[in-house]
């Protein structure tokens, strides 16, 4: 049974790709940071948590991206520090938010997106269909994009659907994760799919635009990626 939005505990992870500005999360996406708990900050991400206004409750990571006196600040401001080996499997952006797993329903990662690395911005969007969040509310954000997966279950046979609330006239692009989306449907949106199939590679499902405040999007087998922005962005 899932969660009511006011029964599930959020935390944000800070990454280290292109950081996202306080005003420009405020004006796209009101409320964002409300009702937080625990914000976790992986390796040079820290660097965020003074510019956005949060308190940081923990770092991890490598050292590798962040200056040593800086990672000696954080000890000196009793922020617990979890120093990792860099010859690891996961990234620190990865064992962030599996710590945040361990703590909250709701997962809020900042800073995943852009940065020098496209290699890891591709691998900031792999870790929503990590396992350990197959139960949770997890979503990347920047002042531009809010980036969420549907994904069915190999056992369900039931459709699977998003809920998916903001304003009117904004863009929702919908992206399979894989081969293919089987039975996609749509409501609220300009261009309806109604048990549709979606491939990779084919852009069908690019730039539709949100008529209603709340839109859906229903799914029967497959990984689909959600990305909202707003309709000042170029289409």
Partial sequence: MSLEPSQRKRAIVLADGTPPSRA???ETWPR????IETT???DGGARLADRLGLRLDRWIGDGDSL?????EALRERGIPIEL??????????????LAAAELADDITILGALGGARVDHAVANLGLLAHPALADKQVRLLDDAARVTLLQSSNTETEPVTSTLKGRVGDI???????????GVTTSGLRFPLED???LAGPARGLSNVRLEPTATVTIRRGRLLIVEGPATLSR
Avoid at 172 to 182: K, N, T
């Fill in 32 to 35: 964002w940071d409300a009702a």
């Fill in 40 to 42: 976790i900050a992986a």
């Fill in 67 to 71: 200056a040593p006196e800086d990672l």
């Fill in 196 to 198: 549709d199939r979606l």
């Fill in 24 to 26: 420009g999360l405020d």
């Fill in 172 to 182: 929702v692009s919908l992206l399979p994760m894989g081969d293919a989306v089987e």
């Fill in 84 to 97: 990792v080996r860099q010859d690891k499997d996961e990234s620190d952006t990865e064992l962030a938010v």
